[in-house]
């Protein structure tokens, strides 16, 4: 461990966490086809090493954000399919054809642009999934003629194939009649032309709580690393998630303050006793932001509070009298627990965000350990 990385901060991934999740929502959708959402290197337990796992233990398509995205997986061997759920401008789609990843076609106007871009001496097929805008108000075309015209256009090109129709929620993680609302509007849309091999609604939320008998694919994101969307699709489900990521650093130097010391930038934390504080080897540009002050990380089994403000690259915690505490001791700043104060969720809560995005925001410079080690050890973006 200690050749792929010279800093003590790192994610450990649990891919067997990730597996057991995967296998879950499938259970929960049965016959549906699960197609892992991967994007954003797979919500920061990173894309090529999750998209070589679940390949190996059975996933067969990947969804994405970005052509960039899709063609990492190629670069590192991911032979699957793809679909890139964004916009891909269409002077881009040649390069889409060569890495054979299918597109979403989110209006009228860019497949009219996307046909005039195809460089038809590629003499190769584009796989398209025709995006629907039932009420997110988002990417999508907005009426059942509007489908129409669009599947009819691919249909007259001989390079096009349609292979998809999809949707997305837009309240599916709360108590709300608008996902049943866009369901029926969706299946009405899909149900007005003959069906394409591939049509998908859910996201995680809709995969743990609703119904889609139209659909034969479900798209999992968030809840395949083993977090509940929302705390609402968590109360109402009975479905277990198995939480894949543990974020730890070492104490890298201990500090002993008296009456009056302050620490950190701004002063903003004043001693008033004696006392003895570390310093951690992590801070905002890894990820961990500055609002966090005053939130406990655990170190001995000890909770131990954010003194002074985060810095780029280090904070200081505050140490509990009459305990022994030394160099090198593990600091746990996330855990792989559902709820606590290293949870993933009081992470979201002080931060005044969702946990999609503080997994998201974890930065490169932090190594990832994949466990089983075994299977792809460490992964180091510093080191590439």
Request: charged content about 25%; glycine content about 6%; proline content about 5%.
């Amino acid at each position: 461990m200690a050749d792929k990385f010279y800093r003590p901060t790192y994610l450990k991934v649990d891919l067997d966490a990730i597996l057991k999740n995967y296998q879950v929502l499938g259970k929960l959708q049965p016959n549906k086809i699960v197609m892992p959402v991967i994007k954003a290197n797979a919500y920061g337990m990173g894309s090529v090493n999750v998209g070589h796992f679940l390949r190996k233990n059975g996933a067969e398509f990947f969804a994405v954000a970005t052509l960039d995205e899709a063609i990492e997986l190629r670069m590192h061997g991911i032979d699957t399919k793809i679909l890139i759920l964004g916009v891909v401008l269409p002077k881009d789609i040649n390069k889409a054809i060569q890495h054979r990843v299918a597109l979403t076609v989110p209006s009228l106007a860019w497949l009219e642009e996307a046909i005039k871009s195809l460089d038809e001496d590629l003499e190769k097929d584009l796989w398209l999934h025709v995006k629907l805008d039932t009420g997110m108000g988002r990417l999508g075309v907005k009426s059942a003629e509007d489908y129409q015209k669009v599947v009819e256009m691919i249909k007259a090109h001989r390079h096009l194939i349609f292979e998809g129709v999809f949707t997305h929620f837009a309240q599916a993680d709360e108590e709300s009649p608008h996902t049943a609302e866009q369901y029926a509007i969706f299946e009405k849309w899909v149900n007005s032309i003959p069906h394409p091999p591939y049509i998908h609604s859910q996201n995680s939320a809709a995969t743990i709580l609703f119904d889609a008998p139209i659909c034969n694919m479900v798209r999992p994101g968030i809840s395949l690393y083993g977090y509940y969307p929302s705390k609402y699709v968590e109360e109402q489900t009975n479905a277990e998630l198995y939480p894949c990521a543990e974020w730890e650093t070492e104490i890298m130097d201990i500090k002993q303050l008296n009456v009056g010391d302050t620490v950190s930038y701004g002063s903003t934390y004043t001693a008033t006793q004696e006392e003895k504080i570390a310093i951690l080897p992590i801070g905002y540009a890894d990820g961990f932001p500055r609002m966090m002050q005053g939130m406990p990380v655990e170190v001995n089994g000890h909770q131990c509070t954010i003194i002074g403000r985060v810095c780029m690259d280090q904070m200081m915690i505050a140490l509990p009298e009459d305990e022994n505490f030394n160099i090198g001791d593990k600091v746990t700043l996330l855990n792989r627990n559902h709820n606590g104060p290293q949870s993933l969720n009081s992470f979201a809560k002080q931060q005044q965000t969702i946990n999609y995005e503080v997994l998201c925001r974890i930065g490169r410079r932090v190594p990832r350990i994949y466990e089983p080690e075994k299977e792809f050890d460490i992964v180091n973006e510093l080191q590439k």
